[in-house]
């Protein structure tokens, strides 16, 4: 259930994404520009980069994501290691792995 500090919260984050949203077009259309300057001065015949740059970031992102998800799993398991503390409860807290070792 939402409250109002989170409300307010969740309004400021929401200007800040619009912010970096709206000002992203231009920093391509400007990238792009700056971009066709130098493509303009390169020798032609240059070797072609041996990954896509698009992969690389793709790759990245997908590791990135990975991260993020394990340190949200994490921060709720502290959450609900301190919970007796706190008096609240966190949902949906992951599942504590568990290992068996081989004899």
Known sequence: MPTPLLDTITEYEDKALD???DLQPKVV???GKAA???ASRLPEGRPALPV???EILDTQFAFATKVLKAQHDFA???LNAV???LGTAVASAPAKPRTVKAA
């Open 76 to 78: 709720k398991s502290v």
């Open 19 to 21: 912010f970096v949203t």
């Open 52 to 54: 896509s740059p698009v």
């Open 83 to 85: 919970a007796p503390v």
């Open 29 to 31: 259309e400007y990238v």
């Open 36 to 38: 066709d300057a130098i």
